[in-house]
């Protein structure tokens, strides 16, 4: 299964996913950074202007998708 890296982009600062997880699919991987959204925004301010970004990356660093947090809809 395809490793997949989930950094995170804030202005000029990345923070790097050191691990990776494995998924069968890139659409697989993208579903699962749009939960870690969800979970990772303020409960107190859940519509707050994010500017984080989700890189999707291949384990050589290319970046497959970017999902920006402001982008993200809970629907529930």
Same mark, same amino acid.
């Given at each position: 299964m395809?490793?997949?890296y989930f950094h995170i982009r804030k202005n000029d600062?990345?923070?790097e996913d050191e691990d990776g997880l494995e998924f069968g699919t890139l659409d697989q991987a993208y579903e699962q950074a749009l939960r870690a959204i969800l979970e990772m925004r303020s409960p107190d301010f859940p519509n707050v202007e994010d500017d984080r970004v989700f890189? #999707?990356?291949?384990? =050589?660093?290319?970046?497959?998708k970017e #999902?920006?947090?402001s982008e993200v #809809? =809970?629907?529930e």
């Open positions: 395809p490793k997949y600062k990345l923070n890189e #999707i990356t291949t384990p =050589d660093g290319l970046v497959l #999902i920006a947090f #809809i =809970d629907v």
